[in-house]
């Protein structure tokens, strides 16, 4: 029998400093919002905060391009903004 060992070598993310929110700022957002709302809010910030690079974006938020991709197809659907990629 035969062993195959991968190594396998992760690309850190970029550096984003947190938001410096207070708990009481935190709390309001998340009491009364659904998953949903929440994830589609960390999605649109996170966007904004890598300057609308969707493939830096998704290795943030630790979900694939195309992940990111539909999400945004779908945001963009129901009509809301979505940060636009910056040159």
């Known amino acids: 029998m035969t062993h195959v060992i991968a190594v396998v070598s992760a690309v850190p993310a970029p ?39 969707r493939t830096r974006a998704a290795r943030v938020l630790g979900v694939s391009v195309r992940t990111l991709r539909n999400k945004i197809r779908q945001y963009s659907a129901e009509g809301i903004d979505v940060p636009a990629p910056s040159d």
Do not use: F, H, K, Y
């Open 15 to 53: 550096e984003i400093p947190a938001p410096s929110l207070a708990p009481n700022e935190v709390v309001p957002l998340l009491i009364g919002s659904t998953v949903g709302e929440i994830e589609r809010e960390l999605v649109l910030q996170t966007l904004a905060r890598c300057d609308g690079n």
